[in-house]
């Protein structure tokens, strides 16, 4: 049986895209949520006909309300794995209790350097030579959970941070999707900060 895969984005979808395009994938993505109904990943999820749920932060739903809208949403798409690819919220209690270390988020930054939602803006301002990009279990705190893999990527010295985004980004999507397949394959066991993937 192939592993239940759900994404979460809030943006364009490249990411998704690259979980999409994986030839003969060991996964379904079953869902793609994003807090945006703008995000051009519902359009590439409705493309390969994958259902797909807006759940905006709206007045009348406060943190606690949203984030359990989401838990709901996802629990309904009994996924194995739920992958944060360019999400732009925090998950909160509801989520997290629902699925215990099987939540994955991609970030543009070698952490625990440049956590938020400007990492790339980030390590730029700050003068960094090398950054790049980081898979990791999600948590309660703002991308601090046990890294499961990193990548480097040198910044140029004519970098902005569009362009430094585009070539860390190319390096991010390889290494989600190669730690999608490992832990559809093998699953992963959890020691303190230490990640090991059978
Ligand atoms: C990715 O670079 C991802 O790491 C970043 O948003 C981009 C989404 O690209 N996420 C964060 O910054 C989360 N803090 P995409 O929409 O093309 O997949």
């Not at 060991?26 to 051009?40: F, I, Q, T």
């Not at 590439?44 to 838990?71: C, F, K, M, Y």
């Not at 930054?109 to 003068?127: E, I, K, N, Q, T």
């Not at 601090?144 to 362009?163: H, Y």
Request: hydrophobic share 45%.
């Amino acid at each position: 049986m192939p592993a239940r895969i759900a994404v979460l984005a809030s943006g364009g979808g490249t990411n998704l895209q690259a979980l999409l395009d994986v030839p003969d994938a060991p996964y379904d993505v079953v869902g793609v949520l994003s807090d945006n109904a703008e995000a051009h990943a519902l359009v590439r999820a409705q493309q390969h006909g994958i259902t797909t749920e807006v759940v905006s932060p709206r007045d009348d739903l406060d943190r606690g309300g949203w984030d359990a809208r989401v838990a709901e949403v996802l629990t309904g798409w009994r996924p194995d794995w739920v992958v944060c690819a360019g999400f732009m919220r925090v998950l909160g209690s509801h989520v997290l209790e629902a699925f215990p270390s099987r939540i994955v988020n991609t970030h543009p930054a070698l952490l625990p350097s440049f956590p938020g939602a400007h990492g790339v803006r980030d390590a730029l301002d700050y003068g960094v030579r090398i950054t790049g990009c980081t898979v990791h279990l999600v948590d309660a705190g703002v991308d601090t959970g046990p890294i499961l893999d990193q990548r480097a990527v040198a910044v140029l010295p004519q970098d902005d941070e569009e362009s430094l985004h585009e070539r860390i980004k190319v390096e991010e999507r390889a290494m989600l999707v190669d730690i999608v397949l490992q832990l559809c394959a093998h699953g992963c066991s959890v020691d303190g900060r230490k990640v090991t993937i059978p």
